[in-house]
């Protein structure tokens, strides 16, 4: 494990992704009043009433699902690390996931624009869709609610528990290098148990989706049970961060299974249906997947 932890802080890094987007939600503290009275309440805090500035907005809704299919991309290029939002990320793949996220800070750049340019109309468009819950006053300017939003992308090295820079003394600094360690490769256990996981989440799928119901029936079977299933052949290539043989093995194996497979073909034929569920089958009994419950 010390050897993986040298080797993965010279050929990877810690990333994280910070996307900040305007709500256009507002807490109403006069209706929540009046709520409260009606109902009799003896607790002004009995209840909270939260009104969207923008109902119905087409260009803010387009923002916020942007933002989670962003994210979304992010974890599926790089591999948990710690509770605070870093994630690591094989060297290997720096290029292409600077490029993927460049991209999505470009669309995400457009989509802003297009809800900032039509602003005021919107605005005024939400003075009629409210009624009487409508209060100018809650409505920032352009020019403020345009520094809400920002898409960055921070990159850190992954430090070692060399990198301790502390006067302790030489026994003190031993057992904190020696705690480090251990951190490290709870860390990156969890990583590895991520890559597992994801494996075994697309043999599990394809194994339910191929096999025949109660009644002897085929189950509704979705074109992205075997693309999502092929994509995450070409994405451990890159996440096998400690290029662990087994891994390596049971990639190769899924990549086999699915060599050439269409899924319409999978759809109407019984015997290739039958063929990649034996193959898919023996993959999920011949490997220990950790820890996927």
Known sequence: MT??????????????????????????KRTQAEVVSAKGSGSARAASVYKNLFSDC???????????????????MTLPWNDNGLRLLPARSLLEY?????????EFGL????????YDILVSAAAFKLGTLFD????????????????????TPLP?????????????????AQEYDKRMASLLAGALQDAWTRMYVVLARLKDRLTLDDEGKRKTFHATTVTNAQELCDTLTQ???TNDPVLE????????????????????????RLVVLQKVSSILDAFDFGDVE
């Open 58 to 76: 087409a260009e803010l809704d387009s923002i916020v699902k942007f933002q989670a299919r962003a994210r979304s991309r992010h974890y599926s």
């Open 160 to 176: 070692t528990a060399g990198d301790f820079r502390v006067d302790v003394e030489n026994e003190a600094l031993a057992e904190l």
């Open 3 to 28: 050897n993986h932890l040298s080797a993965i802080a010279r050929s990877g890094l810690l990333v994280s992704v910070n996307v900040s987007t305007y709500s256009g939600r507002k807490q109403d």
């Open 249 to 272: 093995a049971a990639r190769q194996k899924l990549e086999e299974a699915l060599m050439g497979v269409q899924p319409e073909v999978l759809r109407k034929e019984e015997g290739e």
């Open 111 to 118: 989509l802003v624009d297009k809800f900032l340019d039509k």
């Open 136 to 155: 100018r006053a809650e409505y920032p300017l352009r020019e403020q609610v345009a520094r809400r939003f920002s898409f960055d992308v921070d990159f």
């Open 98 to 106: 600077k490029a993927e996220m460049n991209k999505c800070a470009d």
């Open 239 to 241: 996440l096998n961060v």
